[in-house]
């Protein structure tokens, strides 16, 4: 290997102080894109995702969310009953009702008694359900993302996911969207 | 700058959170850049919501107050 160095008789020209690239939107902060992390699928979980991503879509902040483990369990379409390939898929799908519309609260479920009475007091006060705010998100362009791992774990396929899901990924997309500088939100 | 006509009104009183703020950015949506979207709202969280929605989507809030109850804001999209 050669290597020449040749000195430079001079110090190279100064760049001239490059006059400060004036602003070309002035006072815009640069807006960070939004992750949440949806990893449980309780009630009150799912609703404050679904909440956070609906208002991150109508802020005009790219949003997505990794759902993953329990969270992926929320995205099983609601008529769906039984899912999974073999027995111990399908049983565990059988003693946790899947869907976003079977969620159970993590703390005073009382047989369901907690979430009916959840759901009647948001009705009463016009407080969207996860389902209508799921809905919204997606169309102001959330994107929901599933996780490939759980997906294979529960033996889901995207066939009993909801319509408009984002392809499923693995943790380096959501690591690399972290680096990248999204914000993330582990619910 | 247009003067002050409303080019469109969105009712949001009696919606929570984030209702009003959901609707107002799809209602923004069909207007075109300088009008004027009125929105009326009962949240009272929607005060300060209506703040950061105009500061972090650029659209100006170009108008705000409070009458028995009742919040009413003029965005303009930008």
Wanted: overall charge neutral.
């Amino acid at each position: 290997m050669t290597l020449t160095l040749e000195r430079p008789v001079e110090a190279p020209p100064v760049e001239a102080p490059a006059p400060q690239p004036a602003p070309a939107h002035e006072a815009e902060p640069a807006l960070h894109d939004i992750l949440i992390i949806d990893y449980s699928g309780d009630l009150e979980r799912t609703w404050a995702t679904m909440i956070l991503a609906s208002t991150a879509g109508a802020m005009g902040a790219k949003c997505r969310v990794f759902v993953t483990f329990w969270g992926l369990q929320v995205f099983v379409k609601d008529e769906r009953r039984i899912t999974g390939q073999n027995w111990m898929q399908k049983l565990l799908a059988f003693m946790q009702r899947p869907g976003i519309s079977h969620r159970k609260l993590s703390k005073m479920n009382f047989l369901g008694m907690g979430p009916w009475m959840m759901g009647k007091l948001a009705r009463q006060y016009k407080v969207s359900s996860p389902k209508e705010l799921l809905e919204v998100a997606q169309a102001l362009g959330v994107e929901f993302m599933p996780c490939q791992m759980t997906m294979d774990m529960y033996g889901l396929t995207r066939d009993d996911l909801v319509e408009g899901m984002a392809e499923p990924v693995g943790a380096a997309t959501v690591i690399g969207l972290m680096q990248e500088g999204s914000s993330p939100l582990f619910i | 700058m247009a003067a002050l006509e409303i080019a469109q009104r969105l009712d949001a009183k009696g919606l929570a959170c984030p209702m009003p703020i959901v609707k107002t950015a799809q209602a923004m949506k069909t207007l075109s850049s300088g009008q004027l979207l009125e929105v009326l709202a009962t949240d009272a969280g929607s005060v300060k919501d209506f703040e950061a929605w105009a500061k972090s989507t650029g659209n100006p809030l170009v108008e705000s107050g409070s009458d028995a109850g009742v919040y009413r804001f003029v965005l303009q999209k930008k």
